[in-house]
């Protein structure tokens, strides 16, 4: 690898370094020694040079007579970023410009015996883009950004949560295919008919030949422990040769997502064999189900719900942004661990956001393994797209290599053209361009997005939805009385509404909203130095905050509903309950107003550098209060109390599919645990639906007697089968007028299963207690917990290497009242 000046052809320049592929060139300098880590403190500023320099890769490919000898050899790339020309043997072979798509070249009249020398020639990213945009006529006149142009994650030009680090290189394997008379190019089970009676499916294979030629195919099929044949002998031409074979399973095994049922994978493989000699064979994994995006009229407009196997679903979960800002650092264990996180906290959906890139398989499978359905946009993010029509091609040829790519995997329910684009129309100063040209970006989206990857989508993955933006109605009027699509709602955050606008909302499907807060000390510390941690407003706090004015807009919400927090670490927590208690608000409102809207996905889940942003958990994995809130208002049966103009109505959401019997408690109650009234009854609770089970007004608590309503609690607790499966506060007052006493609270930490478990216990209520132990990463049941008076409880720690002694030395417990005031609460 080596750097060359951007305006100079690709000679060389300065020295040539060592560099992995997969990779890029920042973790390539980074590995080598040649730039500081680009996360610590304000080391990005320093790093832009990167970008405005091209880069230059060299290797040999080492051609044996054996691979000679085949009757093809072809070099691929699965991925390159981006733009750039290929040379091999000083010939340009290939120039791509698209991240998102597969580049193969037949090399074999290229290469001979011995070493060959492999270049690939990167220009600097904007410079490459801005070259493709001056070819567009319309250009002037849209002012499209140039970064459009090129088929690149736009995410590495910065975003609101994220860092400016457009890199360049091979960011996916590269290699040498060789074969002879044929090869599989492709394996789909398409399944035209499925039901727990049976399935009808039709396993085409895509055969890639080089002559006319007979030859038999094998294909075996099913769960691993009952395994199923066929057989064919056909003729195949030259060139593709798609054969199809009609597969009919009695009661099928099922795939459903997360929290409805199983997730059993059907195997299958096929050969391809030429006199009896296997010459090619492929393996895919797919489950089986149905998937319908329902559409109805109904007396609030237009549905908007996933119906899998028959079930209407409610959505919960989160959007994903890229889990790195270099993806090679992206391990199978930092996947499973987010994903695994997802499911742990009842989500069954995540989606997959268009500003970033297609995944590895390993992300998908992983999906597929959990249950957890991927609302997935397509690579498009928040720009003006082109209107050339190579342009139009390209992204053609992208999408159907990646949904040919991606067909078979169940946890795909949704392709979703674009994020936020459609709503561009009117952005950015585009709503004052005159007339032609305004008309003239509309017609080019429409094409695109409502056409192009529309009918791709049809032809190639006709299972599955395709939607043309997100947000969008696809193109229905909406009004106060009818809603349809999907929405991205930032009346909180963007707009400073408080959080109870969220209850205000009559949309069909929330596909964004979302709140910011700080990831927890040790993640901080990772990128600063003490000078560092004085506030949050220092520069390297707020380099670390890429939504302009975040910080502010956090202390702002901050004084709103809680106060000022005593100290810098204590704005860290007071941070994360806040963002917490904000998104629960909207989420249950949500979630009640079902079957109205149903679906409720906030963002976001994850973060691609230590940052403070809208995730729910951190670069490191670490889970923030807001994951740990989710478990519970993401909870399959949830109980939900709801004061509003004077009334406590008490809701149960049930995600079942049967009828649950239950026993709803409601205390109401002051600090110190006295009781003021107490309900308990048997409920009916009515499956995939919501509804209010009981009601209390305020005259029936005026009625108990003189109350201080700052200094009340509504506790209600819903137990099935003996057991209690959700559990919720509910105030009287606003945040900022509770009265929270000063809780000291005790901890007896004892040894228990593969970790320890500590015990927690307050003699007066106490709020988003939070159990930390200094250094150590350990992995906690549950935190953020609100204890009631009297009432222990006990959350289990795990990890590695915690020893007794430690976790009692380093134990700390902080509740939301200590973030405000100064006492001691652990002992």
Same mark, same amino acid.
Not at 513 to 534: A, C, L
Not at 558 to 575: C, Q
């Given at each position: ?137 319309? +250009? ?6 140039? $970064? ?33 008379n ?10 035209q ?18 002559r ?9 099929y ?9 057989d ?9 040769n ?16 997360? %929290? ?15 006199? %009896? ?6 393996n ?9 995006? #329902? ?16 079930i ?22 930092? /996947? ?10 009842n ?9 970033? /890139? ?17 609302? +997935? ?31 078979? +995997? ?14 561009? &129309? ?32 049809? #032809? ?72 560092? &941690? ?12 890429? =939504? ?12 709103r ?22 998104? $629960? ?6 979630? &009640? ?11 976001q889940?994850n ?11 951190? /670069? ?8 740990? /809130? ?7 049966? *949830? ?26 408690? *409601?205390r109401?109650?002051?600090?110190? %645990?006295?009781?003021?009234k ?5 409920? &009916? ?32 607790e819903?137990?099935?089968?003996? $057991?209690?499966?959700?559990? =919720?506060?509910v ?23 593969? %970790?320890?478990?500590v015990?927690?216990?307050s ?44 976790? $009692? ?17 652990? =002992?």
């Amino acid at each position: 690898m080596s750097a060359f000046a951007a305006d100079a052809p690709p000679a060389v320049q300065g020295d040539w370094l060592p560099a992995t592929v997969p990779g890029d060139v920042h973790l390539d300098l980074l590995h080598d020694g040649k730039i500081p880590d680009p996360f610590y403190r304000d080391n990005e500023s320093k790093l832009q040079w990167i970008e405005k320099a091209g880069w230059e890769y060299r290797t040999s490919v080492e051609a044996t007579a054996s691979v000679l000898a085949r009757g093809h050899v072809e070099l691929v790339f699965e991925g390159l970023d981006t733009e750039c020309s290929i040379y091999l043997n000083g010939k340009r072979i290939a120039q791509p410009d698209n991240m998102f798509r597969e580049w193969r070249v037949d090399v074999k009249p290229l290469l001979h015996s011995g070493a060959n020398d492999l270049q690939i020639v990167f220009p600097a990213p904007m410079k490459a883009a801005e070259a493709v945009a001056a070819k567009d006529p319309w +250009h002037d006149r849209t002012h499209t950004d140039p $970064k459009g142009y090129i088929r690149k994650a736009v995410y590495e030009f910065g975003w609101d949560w994220g860092p400016r680090f457009a890199t360049s290189g091979v960011y996916r394997p590269a290699y040498l295919e060789v074969w002879d008379n044929a090869r599989i190019s492709d394996l789909f089970v398409e399944q035209q008919s499925v039901s727990s009676a049976a399935a009808e499916l039709d396993v085409h294979v895509d055969v890639l030949a080089s002559r006319e030629q007979k030859a038999t195919l094998n294909l075996t099929y099913g769960i691993p422990s009952a395994d199923q044949h066929q057989d064919r002998t056909i003729t195949l031409g030259p060139g593709h040769n798609v054969i199809s074979f009609p597969i009919d399973i009695t009661h099928p095994q099922l795939w459903y997502p997360s %929290g409805y049922g199983e997730q059993p994978i059907y195997q299958f493989h096929v050969s391809v064999k030429e006199e %009896g000699k296997e010459v090619d064979s492929k393996n895919v994994k797919t489950g089986l189900r149905t998937v319908t995006l #329902r559409r109805d009229l109904d007396k609030w407009g237009r549905s908007f719900e996933f119906v899998i196997n028959g079930i209407p679903v409610f959505a919960k979960g989160a959007d994903i942004i890229p889990f790195d800002s270099f993806p090679n650092r992206v391990t199978d264990q930092k /996947y499973r661990h987010i994903l695994q996180s997802a499911k742990d906290a009842n989500m069954n959906m995540v989606r997959l956001w268009g500003g970033g /890139y297609y995944e590895t398989q390993d992300f998908y499978d992983i999906c597929d393994e959990l249950g957890l359905m991927v609302f +997935h946009d397509l690579m498009f993010g928040n720009n003006w797209q082109p209107g050339t029509y190579d342009f139009k091609q390209n992204i053609q040829k992208e999408a159907e290599f990646q949904m040919t790519r991606l067909r078979n +995997h169940p946890s795909i329910v949704f392709w979703d053209g674009n994020n936020e684009t459609e709503e561009l &129309r009117d952005w950015n100063g585009n709503g004052q361009l005159p007339p032609a040209v305004h008309e003239r970006i509309w017609q080019d989206y429409l094409t695109e997005f409502s056409g192009v990857l529309a009918s791709t989508a049809a #032809r190639v993955t006709p299972q599955t939805p395709y939607w043309p933006s997100t947000p969008s109605a696809d193109y229905e009027e909406l009004s106060d009385t009818y809603q349809s699509g999907d929405n991205h709602d930032w009346s909180v955050w963007h707009q400073n509404a408080d959080f109870e606008e969220f209850e205000k909302r009559p949309w069909r499907f929330v596909s964004e909203y979302g709140f910011q807060s700080f990831p927890e000390m040790k993640t901080i510390e990772s990128f600063t130095n003490p000078e560092d &941690r004085k506030d949050i407003f220092t520069p390297v706090m707020i380099a670390h905050q890429k =939504n302009w004015g975040g910080n502010k807009i956090i202390q702002t919400y901050m004084s709103r509903y809680f106060g000022e927090p005593k100290d810098f670490a204590s704005f860290l927590y007071a941070s994360q309950v806040l963002q917490a208690e904000g998104i $629960k608000t909207g989420t249950e409102s949500f979630r &009640r107003k079902r079957p109205e809207t149903m679906g409720a996905l906030f963002w976001q889940l994850n973060d691609c550098w230590p940052v403070a942003s809208w995730s729910s958990i951190d /670069y490191y994995g670490r889970w923030k209060a807001l994951q740990y /809130y989710a478990r519970r208002f993401y909870a399959p049966v *949830l109980v939900s109390p709801h004061f509003d103009s004077g009334t406590l109505s008490l809701y149960i959401v049930s995600d079942k599919v049967a009828v649950q019997q239950g026993q709803l408690r *409601l205390r109401i109650m002051d600090f110190t %645990g006295k009781v003021i009234k107490e309900t308990n009854e048997s409920v &009916r609770i009515d499956p995939l639906a919501s509804k209010i089970y009981q009601q209390m007004t305020m005259t029936d608590l005026l009625s108990l007697g003189q109350l201080d309503f700052s200094q009340l609690v509504g506790v209600a607790e819903l137990s099935i089968g003996g $057991k209690e499966v959700s559990s =919720n506060l509910v105030f009287f007052v606003p945040s900022k007028q509770v009265k929270l006493p000063s809780a000291s609270i005790s901890t007896d930490i004892q040894p228990a299963g593969n %970790g320890f478990d500590v015990t927690l216990k307050s003699s007066v209520l106490a709020r988003a207690v939070y159990l930390s132990f200094g250094e150590a990463d350990a992995t906690y049941s549950d935190n953020y917990i609100n204890l009631l008076p009297n009432e222990p409880a006990t959350i289990h720690v795990s990890g590695d290497k915690l020893s007794l002694d430690e976790l $009692k030395r380093a134990a700390s417990v902080t509740s939301l009242v200590d973030a405000f005031t100064t006492t001691t609460h652990a =002992n």
